[in-house]
Nanobody, 114 residues
Framework: QLQASGGGLVQPGGSLRLSCAASESISSAYVMGWYRQVPGKQRELVAT???????IYADSVKGRFTISKDNTKTTVYLQMNGLKSEDTAVYYC??????????WGQGTLVTVSS
């Protein structure tokens, strides 16, 4: 089970940090990441990080967002800087152990507005 937190209302140019923690630590290899969705559109990838530390970012967030993880527990963070109105969405985390089906956390709403 995944627990996501950190969403909220922020002004354009501001920052937020999202967290997603798994209820149980995973000892095997995995990929953990953030996706976002706005009404009427498909859920899209924001950033992912593997247990080995390899990261992937959507072009739209490169240079502004940073994904990281806590090596002592199965927790991933998304530091979002320079937020824009188009970043407004519900953000979901996804944990995929290698060779297994992934599981989604509940969404956390990020609203960027003045």
């Amino acid at each position: 089970q995944l627990q996501a937190s950190g969403g909220g209302l922020v002004q354009p140019g501001g920052s937020l940090r999202l967290s997603c923690a798994a209820s149980e630590s995973i000892s095997s290899a995995y990929v953990m990441g953030w996706y976002r969705q706005v009404p009427g559109k498909q859920r899209e990838l924001v950033a992912t990080i593997s247990s080995g530390g390899h990261t992937i970012y959507a072009d739209s967030v490169k240079g502004r967002f940073t994904i990281s993880k806590d090596n002592t527990k199965t927790t991933v963070y998304l530091q979002m800087n320079g937020l824009k109105s188009e970043d407004t969405a519900v953000y979901y985390c996804l944990l995929t152990p290698v060779g297994s089906r992934g599981s989604w956390g509940q969404g956390t709403l990020v609203t960027v507005s003045s």
